[in-house]
């Protein structure tokens, strides 16, 4: 008898890949929620990288010069140079001031 169990699967592996490509590239310099979602918002419900890092807490969106901007959070910097070492990150130059709650993408019109 066949008994289905969680694995990963290349779908999950695409995702998780993707995950570590939308960190890196937060992480390399500060970027708009606007540039973020340009470059990353899908309508497919099989790569959900925007909402699965935010879910995982591995990003978070923060106001910063009356725009909001995405970084990583320090679970996703840690993500980052645990799986991809040689990733360019950079330290946020501009001090931010995290919005409370965390707020979900949809907070923020686009």
């Known amino acids: 008898m066949l008994l289905w169990h ?3 699967t290349p779908m999950n592996d695409t995702v998780e890949n993707l995950i570590l490509d939308l960190l890196e590239w937060v992480g390399r310099q500060p970027r708009t929620y606007q540039q973020t979602m340009d ?5 497919c419900p099989r790569l959900p990288v925007w909402e699965d ?5 591995l990003i978070e969106t923060t106001p910063a010069n009356g725009q909001p901007l995405v970084r990583l959070t320090p679970a996703g910097l840690a993500l980052l140079k645990q799986q991809r070492p040689h990733a360019d990150t950079q330290p946020c ?3 931010l001031t995290p919005l409370h709650p965390t707020p979900s993408p949809k907070s923020f019109p686009v």
Do not use: F, K
């Not at 470059?39 to 309508?43: I, N, P």
């Not at 890092?53 to 807490?57: K, L, V």
């Open 39 to 43: 470059a990353w918002r899908t309508s």
């Open 93 to 95: 130059a501009v001090p």
């Open 6 to 8: 969680a694995e990963v």
């Open 53 to 57: 890092a935010n879910d995982r807490g």
